[in-house]
């Protein structure tokens, strides 16, 4: 059984930042990517920025220079620090993972945090 358990959503005004976090727990071998997702009211989920096992990140073109994606593989946490947030920021943002956890390969989701940009 794997769980990823996301934290540090809320409410912030616009310029201001916050930090996400996300926590795999269970029998996890390897976790291979890890990923952040977002998904506004009435619009498609859609990804925000992507780690690999080595470091390697990319981003979404819209939270470029603003985001940062971190990993610490010692505690299975994956980090999105978000700076000079804009109120099209808020939506659901969920932490996503590649990993192997004693069987195939798989895909497992966290459930999801909000983040509200507003004055």
């Known amino acids: 059984q794997v769980q990823l358990v996301e934290s540090g959503g809320g409410l912030v005004q616009p310029g201001g930042s916050l930090r996400l976090s996300c926590a795999a727990s269970?029998?996890?071998?390897?976790?291979?990517?890890m990923n952040w997702y977002r998904q506004a009211p009435g619009k498609q989920r859609e990804l925000v920025a992507h780690i690999t096992s080595t470091g390697s990140t990319n981003y979404a073109d819209s939270v470029k220079g603003r985001f940062t994606i971190s990993r610490d593989d010692a505690k299975n946490t994956v980090y999105l620090q978000m700076n000079s947030l804009k109120p099209e920021d808020t939506a659901v943002y969920y932490c996503n993972a590649l990993l192997r956890a004693g069987g195939p390969d798989r895909e497992d989701w966290g459930q999801g945090t909000q983040v509200t940009v507003s004055s």
């Open positions: 269970g029998s996890i071998f390897t976790i291979y990517a």
